[in-house]
Structures are given as structure tokens and as C-alpha cells.
């Protein structure tokens, strides 16, 4: 046979779910040629070792044995593995096919001319149509090709989007939203309807939407608008004209003095919020979101730091390690991953749980517009932490201590100030050590309000 064929896992590509991509290695005399498999594994449903390469299947008592959270990660089916380890039978099968072929006509053939040859032979099972339009249509289309390369987080707002337009469509007896429609006129009547919207939960309470998340559905309706002309879509163009004002969202970070409470809490017979504390510091000392946490492998590690490719822009970054992260990594080094993560929404949930018992109660103002209907409500602050508190106090604290801004987007992977300085929190007692260090402190002689 004149080529060979492996299997790789490529464990430094992750996808939003945290599974890497198969790739096979083509070679002829010599050269070789990656090609995609479209199969993505756990990197713990890999067998190296084996010959040839494949996808296995683990228990729940296997995957607890690793350390895996099923929550987190929601385990393979061996139906699932097999069918994986079909697809790599079909492409092995195929190009042993297309090998014969050459050398039955004689033909000497290179790596390039096998591999442009089997991606000529391959056919979609099924042809996706080409939407026609219809802005349903495209944003399913959007979110079924993205589905393995784009944060579930980033998808969901697509997801959201697409409810609030067909209960617009419902509620206006109107026929299919289209792009063509969608101008100045559409935007307004669809802020109106967004300000007006109510759904009863299953627990009897009513929701409705602030002006923060009614701007947001916007913002997200004009992005893929400008999205689905690049990609040939007719667009009427009026609607960018339309603007809303974004009202400011609170910072919700953790002071120098919560963070250590958080740290020096004794959780030695609760393993639950120990280790939500300790992925939550991590966070805290490092700055990663919550996708970059739950998809960080020990091939990240290199010696101090930390290299990683950010899940939300792919950006490849360097994140030197803090002590404290560093101490979190070294209670957790037998594991299989290097931080036991959950879920999103069940870290959320025990979060609270654990910010309350470190007595993190600072009353916090929340201030909330719904249409021109002012909304004030008083939270401790416990109640208002969750998982993304942690990369804002990363960059307060930061900053608090002393380092450049410019640094702390290095770090962080943020591109611009306007985009940083939402995270950041000046706090008092920043004011003051910035304000000592330029200027001094005073001695007190004499209490000047006497």
C-alpha cells in the first residue's frame, strides 16, 4: 500500500462543549497532509494507544474515577462512540479505495493528489437549503453550523433572539420576518414589543425584559444583519439608522478583603463548595471566563503560566500564574483536568451559597430601566455573585494592586479600553493607594473638621 493513515486528537483545538477535534494524518512517501474528520471527542474518549487510533467508551463509574463532572460534561453514549469510530472506518475504507485505484491505473500519485481525490468523492448526506430571506431561517441555519465552534453563551442570545422575533410574528399577525422588511419602522415596533413582553414562569411569576436586555436584543439583531449580507443576503438597509441608548450595568467584583475571606474559609467537610470555591478563585486569580476554565487542560500548564486559546475569540494568550492560582492547580494535580468544574448554572447557584457563608453582605444598589419605569432594588451582595464576578474581580484587584491596564488586558485578552472598562471597578480603596502614591500621605497634626 502506498500510503499510510493515523488518527490525532487535537487537544489544543476545543470546542464550547470542551470535545477536540479527530484529525487523519494522510502520508505518501513521506509527506503528509492533515485532513478533517468532522468527529470531535472528549479528550478522555480517546484511546492513543490503540492501533489503530479510536474513540472509547467510559462509564459513570469510569468518568468519576477521572474526575469528570457528568454536568459539566455530559458523557458520550457508546452508541455515540461507535458511530464516531464508523466514520473513521468509512474514511480509512475509502482512501485505501482511492490508493488501489491509483495504483491499479498505474498512476504514481502524491499526498495532495490522494487526498484532493477523496474530498472530491465525499457527498452530503443531506443539502442544507439556502435561505431565502426568511430571518428564521438563517439565524437555524447560523446556530446549527456554530454549534461546535462558538461559546454556548454567545449562541444562546441567538437562540433568544429567534423566540422574542417569532412571538413579535405571532403577536402582530404578521407573515414571516424577512430581511428585506426589517428598517427603521421594524426596530421600533419591535423595541415597543420587547418593553411590553411578559411571560409567567412555571413557579407563577411574571417576567418581563429591562432596557439592558431589550438593547442587547438589538445590538444582536444588527450584528446578524450585517452578518447575513456578507453572505449574500438582500438587507434592507434603513435600520441602521435605529439606536438605543445602553444604560450601565453595576459591577458586581469582589474587594481584596471578600476574595481572601473566600480563601481562608474552612470548607473541609463540604467538597461541593470546596471545589466551587477553589475554581471560582482560580477565576478570580487569572482572569478566565467560565468556557476557558471548564475547557483548560494540563497541556495549558507550561511550567508558570498558563497558554490558552481563548474559547469566546480563539485569541492565543499567556497568563502568568498568581500564587493563589497556582496553589489551586497543585491541590488538584492528580486529576485528569486541572479544575473540577460543574456547570455553569450550578456554580452560579452554590456561589451564592458560598459568598453567603464568607459573609459577603455589603448592601448593593441594583438600578434597572423598563421602558421610562425607573426600578430600584436592594440586594446583599452575596445574591448578586456568579461565575463572571470572578474575571471582573481579576481585573479590580489588579488594578487595585498596583498593575498597568494595559497589562491587565494582556491578560485578559481584551482588545480595546472601551470594551475593558466595563470590568473594572474603581474602588475606594484604589482611589487611595493611587492617590497616596502620586501625592503622599498626609500627617495628621490636627483633626482638620474641629
Not at 492547580?329 to 483536568?337: E, G, N, R
Request: with cysteine; net charge positive; hydrophobic share 35%.
Amino acid at each position: 500500500m502506498a500510503h499510510t493513515l493515523r488518527f490525532e486528537l487535537r487537544k489544543e483545538v476545543l470546542s464550547s462543549e470542551g470535545k477536540s477535534p479527530i484529525s487523519a494524518i494522510v502520508s505518501v512517501k513521506g509527506k503528509r497532509k492533515r485532513l478533517s474528520t468532522d468527529q470531535v471527542v472528549y479528550p478522555w474518549n480517546w484511546d492513543n494507544e490503540a492501533k489503530p487510533r479510536k474513540a472509547i467508551y467510559l462509564n459513570d463509574r469510569e468518568l468519576k474515577k477521572l474526575g469528570i463532572e457528568r454536568k459539566a460534561f455530559p458523557p458520550l453514549m457508546e452508541s455515540e462512540v461507535k458511530s464516531i469510530n464508523t466514520e473513521l472506518d468509512k474514511i480509512e475504507l475509502k482512501l485505501t479505495e482511492l490508493d488501489d485505484q491509483f495504483r491499479g491505473n498505474k498512476i504514481t500519485f502524491s499526498v495532495e493528489m490522494l487526498v484532493e481525490s477523496y474530498l472530491k468523492s465525499k457527498t452530503e448526506v443531506t443539502k442544507k437549503e439556502e435561505p431565502k430571506g426568511v430571518v428564521f431561517d438563517f439565524i437555524e441555519r447560523y446556530i446549527e453550523d456554530h454549534k461546535n465552534t462558538r461559546v454556548q453563551g454567545s449562541l444562546g442570545v441567538y437562540k433568544s433572539l429567534r423566540k422574542h422575533l417569532k412571538n413579535y410574528e405571532s403577536a402582530k399577525r404578521e407573515n414571516k420576518v424577512r430581511f428585506e422588511k426589517i428598517d427603521y419602522q421594524f426596530m421600533q415596533g419591535f423595541r415597543s414589543f420587547l418593553v411590553d413582553w411578559q411571560e409567567v414562569t412555571k413557579k407563577g411569576t411574571v417576567r418581563t425584559l429591562n432596557n439592558i436586555t431589550i438593547a442587547k436584543q438589538i445590538s444582536t439583531l444588527k450584528t446578524f444583519l450585517g452578518y447575513a449580507q456578507k453572505h449574500g443576503i438582500e438587507v434592507n438597509q434603513n435600520y441602521k439608522g435605529f439606536n438605543l441608548k445602553k444604560d450601565d450595568l453595576e459591577v458586581i467584583a469582589l474587594t481584596e478583603r471578600e476574595f481572601q475571606s473566600l480563601l481562608d474559609l474552612d470548607l473541609s467537610d463540604n467538597k461541593r463548595l470546596d471545589q466551587v470555591r477553589d475554581v471560582f478563585c482560580f477565576s478570580c486569580a487569572s482572569g478566565l471566563r467560565y468556557s476557558d476554565l471548564k475547557n483548560l487542560r494540563w497541556e495549558n500548564v507550561k511550567g508558570m503560566e498558563l497558554n490558552i486559546r481563548v474559547q469566546k475569540t480563539t485569541k492565543l494568550l499567556t497568563v502568568p500564574l498568581t500564587p493563589q492560582a497556582y496553589d489551586i492547580l497543585v491541590k488538584y494535580k492528580d486529576m485528569l483536568i486541572p479544575l473540577p468544574v460543574i456547570s455553569n448554572q450550578k456554580m452560579n447557584d452554590y456561589l451564592k451559597e458560598l459568598a453567603k457563608l464568607a459573609e459577603i453582605n455589603e448592601p448593593t444598589e441594583i438600578i434597572r430601566f423598563r421602558g421610562n419605569n425607573k426600578i430600584v432594588k436592594i440586594f446583599q451582595k452575596w445574591e448578586l455573585i456568579s461565575v463572571h464576578a470572578g474575571r471582573k474581580s481579576f481585573a479590580t484587584l489588579s488594578l487595585e494592586k498596583g498593575v498597568p491596564a494595559e497589562t491587565v488586558m494582556s491578560t485578559t485578552g481584551h482588545t480595546s479600553y472601551a470594551s475593558f472598562q466595563r470590568y473594572v471597578k474603581v474602588t475606594e480603596e484604589r482611589k487611595r493607594n493611587e492617590m497616596a502614591k502620586a501625592w503622599g500621605k498626609p500627617v495628621l497634626k490636627v483633626a482638620v473638621n474641629e
